[in-house]
């Protein structure tokens, strides 16, 4: 640590629970370790055992309407200002602003093409106070202190995903997170995966292959045909997909995995958008990735007073007066 530097939650080694032990310099936490961490949160034992041997849990009607209106409301914004962008550029005529939400964005590029729609992101990772609100909400962070103990930092890698029809960015091929941060030292990275509107099969949801959640970081390449340049799963490791299983979920449920769980999802075949955010976490102690951006303290039991507020993180600031 840089002298001077006031120490923080995440610079501070955590304390060791009974039955920690060192993994390739990081700090490798056994069943037993994790259970007595664990303690508290939103999970029961069966589902913590389930996402340790399956390597992802799915819980349908996690988040109420409330809880995703926030978040809701950004993307609307979002929306609306890339129609104003749209229509400024002269590649629209009409913002369509009696659309709603499920359909606007669809609308707005149904005569555009990929590339039009590429200009302004494959996701979204903007400042907006609602994406804040739904990162800090209760319900989930309860979920995630279930897995990795109550000292949670939200890792800077969260996406806003509008899976628009048509558009290729929307399918995003077998992968493991990890591979979008291999030189991180940090585990585990758990993504919480959100869907805002139902995802389907027909609009494209979340497949999973069980059990890969404990495999090392497997080799990649960057797909070429999407225009997203999307991390791939090199073909050797996928033998087992057909043991792979489909997700579909209602809006408001929650699938969560590990970053070295291999994942994908299909082309939006409909005629909406299937929105979706993934949101990451990781135990304090873990390296932030400042390479990837600003995350946040979202929870400490050790410093409350620390937890990053929403001013706070609009300002690029992980922790409460830092
Ligand atoms: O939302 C999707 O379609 C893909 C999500 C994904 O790959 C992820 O959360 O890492």
Not at 2 to 25: F, I, K, Y
């Amino acid at each position: 640590m840089c002298p001077g530097l006031r120490p923080t939650a995440r610079h501070r080694p955590r304390q060791e629970a009974p039955g920690s032990r060192r993994m390739g310099g990081t700090v490798g936490v056994t069943p037993m370790a994790l259970t007595a961490a664990r303690g508290r949160g939103s999970l029961t034992e069966e589902q913590v055992a389930l996402y340790q041997t399956e390597g992802y849990l799915v819980l349908p009607g996690l988040l109420e309407d409330r809880d995703m209106a926030p978040a809701r409301a950004a993307m609307e914004e979002k929306v609306s200002s890339i129609a104003a962008a749209l229509v400024a550029d002269g590649l629209i005529p009409d913002p369509l602003e009696d659309r709603p939400f499920p359909s606007r964005l669809a609308a707005l590029f149904a005569t555009l093409s990929d590339r039009d729609f590429l200009r302004y992101g494959r996701s979204w990772r903007d400042r907006r106070d609602g994406y804040f609100h739904l990162m800090s909400n209760a319900k989930i962070l309860d979920v995630v202190e279930s897995l990795i103990g109550p000292e949670i930092f939200a890792n800077p890698v969260y996406n806003v995903r509008p899976k628009v029809p048509r558009v290729a960015a929307g399918a995003v091929p077998w992968h493991q997170d990890k591979s979008y941060w291999p030189d991180a030292n940090s585990n585990p990275v758990v993504t919480v995966w959100i869907p805002l509107v139902d995802s389907t099969l027909e609009n494209g949801c979340l497949h999973i292959l069980p059990r890969t959640h404990r495999r090392r970081l497997l080799s990649h390449h960057r797909e070429t045909y999407s225009g997203t340049g999307y991390t791939e799963t090199d073909e050797r490791h996928l033998r087992g997909r057909q043991r792979a299983v489909a997700l579909p979920l209602g809006a408001g449920g929650a699938i969560v995995f590990n970053d070295r769980c291999l994942h994908m999802s299909t082309p939006n075949n409909s005629a909406t958008v299937r929105w979706s955010v993934d949101l990451r976490y990781q135990p304090t102690d873990q390296d932030p990735m400042p390479q990837h951006g600003v995350g946040f303290l979202a929870r400490s039991r050790a410093h409350p007073e620390r937890v990053a507020t929403l001013a706070d993180w609009l300002a690029n600031r992980a922790e409460a007066g830092e």
